[in-house]
C-alpha cells in the first residue's frame, strides 16, 4: 500500500511535516487564543486544534504514499482473473468490459500495459494510474483513481486547520508603539501568517476545483486535455460520457471502493440501445 515511502519525495514529506508542526508550534508559543485558553485551564479548544492537525497529516500521508490505482501488467491481470475459487473468478471476469466496435485497450508506449480506459502514464512516477487526475509534487505522487477520496478529504481538512490557524494567529499579535519593536515582537508569528495565507488561497482554490471535477465525474487530466483524448476529442463542450448527475458522480467518488470499468458507463447508451 505505501511503495513510494523511501522515494525522492522523502524529503518534501519531512519539509510538510516540519512546517505543519512548526506553524502549529509558533500558535502555541505566542499569546494566542489557544494559548489564553491553556491558561485558563480550557483545554477543548487547544485539543481539537491538535485532532485536526493530525487528522491533516495522516491524511496527507495516506494520499502521499499509498498505491494512486497503478495498472498491473497483462501476466498480472491474468493471474488476478484466473484464481483458485471459481466463483470469484467468474465474478471478476464479469467485470472485465467487452470493448465495442473499435474502441480497443491502448497499449503504454512506455510500461507496455493495456491502459483502461481514464488511465494514462505518468513520466515522473513512470506507472500507468487508473482515472489518472494529475501529478502532484506537493504529496510526491499521483492523483489517481484509489487516492483521489483522499486527496479531496485532505484539502478538506487542511483548509479547516488553515482557516482556524488564520484566526488565531490574528488573535496573537502584540501591538506595540514603534513598528520596529513590533516587527522584533511578532517576527516568528508573522512568518507563520504569511505561510498560513499562502497555503490557504492554494488548498482553497485547489478544494473548489476538485469538488467541481468531482462533481462532473471529470479529472484534472480530461479537464485540460479533453481535445487530445481519444475518447473525448469527438464529444462537444458540455458532453461528459461518463456523467451520472451529481448526486450519482459523489456516490461513485465518495461511496465506491471497488475498481470501476469505465468503459461499461461510457458505452452504457449503445448497451440501452441493443
Known sequence: MFPNFLSAGLLVRILHAAMTWAVTLILFLYETDLRRSEERGEFLQPITFLLLVLCSTLLYFITSLMDPG????????????????????????????????AQRLRRCGYCMVQQPMRSKHCQSC???????????????????????????LYLAAQLTVLLWAFHVAWSGFCTEAAWKEWLRVNTFLLLAFIVIIIFTMVV????VSHLYLVSSNTTTWEFMSRHRISYLK???????????????NLWTFFCVCKTIVWERIYFRDEDDLV
Not at 493471474?79 to 467468474?90: E, I, L, P, S, W
Not at 464529444?235 to 448527475?245: A, I
Request: overall charge negative; hydrophobic content about 25%.
Open 234 to 248: 469527438h464529444c462537444s463542450s458540455e458532453e461528459n460520457p461518463f456523467d451520472q448527475g451529481i448526486l450519482g
Open 126 to 152: 513512470q506507472h500507468c494510474v487508473r482515472r489518472y487526475d494529475h501529478h502532484c509534487p506537493w504529496i510526491e505522487n499521483c492523483v489517481g483513481e484509489r487516492n483521489h477520496r483522499f486527496f479531496v
Open 204 to 207: 482553497m482554490l485547489l478544494l
Open 70 to 101: 497503478y495498472v498491473t501488467s497483462d501476466d498480472e491481470r491474468k493471474t488476478q482473473v484466473g484464481g483458485t475459487n471459481q466463483g470469484a473468478g467468474d465474478e471478476k471476469e464479469q467485470m472485465i468490459p467487452v470493448i465495442q466496435k
